[in-house]
């Protein structure tokens, strides 16, 4: 099967370099949340998560995914390549060259990663954004790359995990980013049609097209804690209204607040929960009270009828 | 009639006639022909213009405020139209305008944007740009259209769904996902039709339909050239160049496979001939209408799917 690739296991991948680099000690960075001085290595070993705050900052896909998988280790599946620049955008920059920037920064092909394992003993697809490629936008690579790790997790009888990290569609592919609304849509559809779960992880940020697509249509809708998730732009409304926006708008807990997200978690609880889910989604029996699947004595059963 | 920038001098032609026109009562034989003469050369002009409007002339013409908007058409093409209202859960909203109606004979739920044509309209209908509320009364009625075996035919035309904090805490994304849901799982025919401006999220909503006709002069964007202007020039004053980069008219998104049909509108653009832009627009989801009716619903979701899930695959030569 020539879509799979590699079985890749963090360690290996830091000693051959890629996008993960050794971090050294001196460096440092401020949290955003309390400006506490924090190490970086403290910092990356904490999961990207302010230890004096718990402010969660963006986390690298790759690491993303080392952490989301058991034991690190899972697959990355390949997406058919798709048409590069079919509009020839240019605008101060030509888009190509926006492009090639960002494959050459990230070594990636686009603003998305699809990969399979288990997560908690359960089969799972994940397509995790790249946030650093180009702000993790979808055009048609991103939605060719939700299609195929729908059909995957379709084809293996997996979960579909998604993890957006985007400012919205591409506008440098116009109208055919667009069209990625419906066509994601579509993938979702076919793993919930095939009686699979299709879990949304909302990460920091989760905005425009992508929010308003396959982002909301989710059996389970988990955020991460504080993360950005909205359709407009927080600047585009203020102009619209010309008000100051509320506290704490389009984060998280404001959406569950509102009733659009089920769970807000803290990162480093995120695969207990996510393993949770998926375990009683997909009827896995176990759990330490069994106490129902037993034959109930006769004395004990209720007398009310219903 | 707004006077577009560069309809200034057709508009002074024609500003001439409605002139002679009147001196003409008075009795003068001569300027009939004078008439005639001037307006030949309006129409050339007209032509000279309106064939080869640039992408951001047809962004003006695609808003002109004087176009057949959403509830032009329905009052002359929907008979015993009956408009239905709210969302059952918290408003009704006045930018997608939804109802039953009889379109050619054939009873169907009509679902579209109004932006209204002065400022008490304009202000009921909130511009066009709907709320949650509006994308979830237009889930409804695919619903009902569905239970029914109603084709539905839906009329584009907004700036967008509405950037609001009410929207936003009301779920507009999740109301535009659910909507573009509905549209590819109905088992009924849906006709789009982009009348005017066929803005992002808030369009694609109600458009994902089996036929997506598009006038010739409306635009259809995943950004207003406006905001794809400041945010990758930092300069809405660029907009012009975003409007060409983004190739949203009619005719790119044919090539691009996008859309299916192009409506051709009156010389000089819908808002010159209203009448006849309504009739062409009539006769196109006529057969638009027809041809899907030999479908049976099975194919008709197929078909509706696969062709979404192909976009982008055409290339644009
Ligand atoms: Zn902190």
Redesign the interface.
């Known amino acids: 099967m020539s879509w799979l690739t590699n079985f890749v296991r963090p360690k290996i991948r830091a000693l051959v370099g890629g996008p993960k680099k050794e971090i050294p000690d001196n460096l440092w960075e401020k949290c955003p949340g309390c400006s506490t001085m924090l190490f970086k290595r403290e910092l990356e070993e904490n999961l990207n998560v302010c230890r004096a705050c718990g402010y969660h900052m963006r986390l690298d896909v790759v690491r993303r995914l080392e952490i989301l998988f058991d034991e690190g280790r899972y697959r990355e599946i390949s997406v058919p390549k798709?048409?590069v620049d079919?509009?020839k955008?240019?605008?101060?920059k030509k888009y190509i060259d926006r492009l090639k920037d960002a494959q050459n920064k990230t070594k990636r092909q686009d603003a998305i990663i699809v990969a399979e394992g288990t997560v908690g003993g359960q089969k799972v697809v994940a397509a995790a954004f790249d946030f650093a490629f180009m702000g993790g936008s979808m055009g048609?690579g991103v939605?060719e790359a939700i299609?195929t790790g729908a059909r995957r997790a379709v084809a293996t009888k997996s979960a579909f995990v998604v993890f957006p990290a985007s400012g919205g569609?591409r506008?440098?592919?116009?109208?055919?980013?667009?069209?990625?609304?419906?066509?994601t849509?579509?993938a979702a559809?076919e793993v919930k049609a095939a009686g699979l779960p299709y879990i949304v992880v909302l990460t920091d940020p989760t905005t425009?097209?992508v929010?308003?697509?396959?982002?909301?249509?989710g059996d389970i809708h988990i955020a991460e804690r504080g993360a950005q998730i909205?359709?407009?732009?927080a600047r585009?409304?203020e102009n619209?209204?010309r008000?100051t926006?509320?506290p704490g708008?389009?984060r998280s807990e404001?959406l569950l607040d509102?009733?659009?997200v089920d769970i807000v978690t803290e990162r480093k609880n995120l695969n207990e929960t996510l393993t949770r889910v998926l375990r009683l989604l997909r009827k896995d029996k176990g759990g330490k009270n069994n106490f129902l699947l037993g034959p109930v004595p006769h004395g004990a059963r209720s007398s009310k009828r219903i | 009639m707004q006077v577009l920038d560069f309809e200034q001098s057709i508009s002074e032609l024609e500003t001439k006639i409605e002139e002679l026109r009147h001196l003409s009562d008075g009795g003068r034989v001569n300027i009939a022909d004078e008439i005639a003469k001037l307006q030949v050369k309006v129409e050339k002009q007209l032509h000279q213009v309106y064939d080869k409007l640039t992408p951001a002339q047809k962004v003006q013409v695609a808003r002109h405020p004087d176009r057949p908007h959403c509830l032009d058409y329905i009052k002359a093409l929907v008979e015993d139209f009956t408009p239905l209202a709210g969302d059952r859960l918290f408003a009704d909203d006045q930018a997608i305008i939804g109802g039953l109606g009889r379109f050619s004979g054939q009873p169907c739920v009509i679902i579209g944007q109004e932006r209204g044509h002065d400022t008490e309209s304009r202000i009921k209908h909130n511009f066009g740009m709907a709320k949650p509320e509006g994308y979830r009364k237009a889930q409804r009625l695919m619903d009902m259209a569905n239970r029914f075996r109603l084709p539905v035919i839906t009329l584009v035309d907004t700036a967008g769904a509405f950037p609001g904090v009410d929207a936003e805490a009301r779920g507009q994304a999740e109301a535009i996902a659910r909507s573009i849901e509905k549209c590819l799982n109905i088992n009924v025919p849906l006709i789009a039709c982009v009348i005017g401006e066929g803005g992002s999220g808030g369009a694609i909503a109600i458009a994902a339909g089996d036929r997506v006709l598009m006038l010739e002069h409306a635009i259809y964007s995943v950004i207003s050239p406006e905001g794809c202007a400041s945010i990758l020039w930092r300069s809405a004053s660029q907009a012009a160049d975003a409007a060409a980069a983004l190739r949203l008219t009619a005719q790119d998104l044919e090539q691009l496979g996008i859309i299916d049909q192009i409506i051709p509108e009156p010389l000089g653009g819908a808002h010159r001939n209203r009448e006849e832009m309504i009739a062409r627009v009539g006769n196109a989801i006529g057969e638009a209408l027809e041809e899907l009716s030999r479908y049976d619903a099975k194919t008709l979701l197929n078909n509706r799917r696969e062709k979404y899930l192909a976009m982008g695959k055409k290339s644009v030569s």
């Open positions: 798709v048409l079919p509009l955008f240019r605008d101060q048609m939605g299609v569609a506008m440098q592919e116009g109208a055919l980013s667009l069209m990625q609304m419906p066509r849509i579509i559809d425009g097209g929010t308003a697509s396959f982002a909301m249509v909205g359709f407009a732009g585009v409304i619209t209204i008000e926006l509320p708008f389009q404001y509102h009733g659009m």
